[in-house]
């Protein structure tokens, strides 16, 4: 199993600012992955953030949006740039086992963003 | 890309009933199904998967079911305790890493005692 560790855990931001979110992964991993879980809905995949690559971006996110770095195996931060009140949301880090041998899917324990 | 829908949205059953959720996905090439429970302020949990090898799964009160042909698979929990109110997820993945999933929009189930 993989414990993550995700900071901060909740934050309040001015509209207008740029928030960044921490991963921590207690094991090396390939591939990180960074989702949004908006208030009472499901799971949306934001992107893939690889290690020594650009990181991979899912239909209607960008990088200028929510820039990610990726310096090594066991770490990840997202960037939520420029926030408005509609990115109030859950932000959440995961990682999973590699198919078809496949581990289940980690998460962090997420992010909760508000935007005033 | 893939597309995940699941039903119902809500669920309310008498504790000692049986819930299913039902979910059809789109993509073919789909081959790993997880369901996920998530409780309030909490993060999503693994509680049972299957794989597009095989056609049923059990673990002790929960159950999925997997039909290739017609996309769709379905999660059933048996002798309902409160306990098991909390929101379910289905996902599908076709890509090398089970952290890379689509997701359906959820299940609120609650369990009255």
């Known amino acids: 199993s993989a414990v993550i560790s995700q900071k901060p855990s909740r934050d309040i931001c001015q509209r207008g600012t740029s928030l960044t979110i921490q991963c921590q992964v207690d094991?090396?991993?390939?591939?990180m992955f960074w989702y949004r879980q908006q208030p009472g809905q499901s799971l949306t995949l934001i992107a893939t953030?690889?290690?020594?690559?650009?990181?991979?971006?899912e239909s209607g996110f960008v990088i200028d949006k929510f820039p990610i770095s990726r310096p090594n195996l066991t770490f990840s931060t997202l960037t939520v740039s420029n926030m408005s009140p509609e990115d109030s949301s859950i932000y959440l880090c995961?990682?999973?086992?590699?198919?078809?041998?496949?581990?289940?899917?980690?998460f962090g324990q997420g992010t909760r963003l508000t935007v005033v | 890309g893939e597309n995940v829908e699941q039903h119902p949205s809500t669920l309310s059953v008498q504790e000692g009933d049986s819930a299913v959720i039902k979910c059809t996905y789109s993509d073919s090439a789909s081959n790993y199904f997880p369901w996920y429970k998530q409780e309030l302020g909490k993060r999503p949990q693994l509680i049972i998967d299957i794989r597009s090898n095989v056609g049923e799964k059990k673990d002790q009160r929960i159950a999925v079911t997997l039909n290739k042909t017609a996309k769709h698979f379905s999660l059933h929990i048996t002798e309902t305790q409160p306990e098991d109110s909390a929101v379910y997820f289905c996902?599908?993945?076709?890509?090398?890493?089970?952290?890379?999933?689509?997701f359906g929009d959820g299940t609120t189930l609650t369990v009255k005692p």
């Open positions: 995961s990682v999973g086992g590699g198919l078809p041998e496949s581990t289940e899917a980690f």
């Open positions: 094991s090396q991993v390939t591939m």
């Open positions: 953030a690889n290690q020594g690559s650009e990181a991979t971006y």
């Open positions: 996902a599908a993945s076709k890509g090398t890493n089970a952290g890379k999933s689509t």
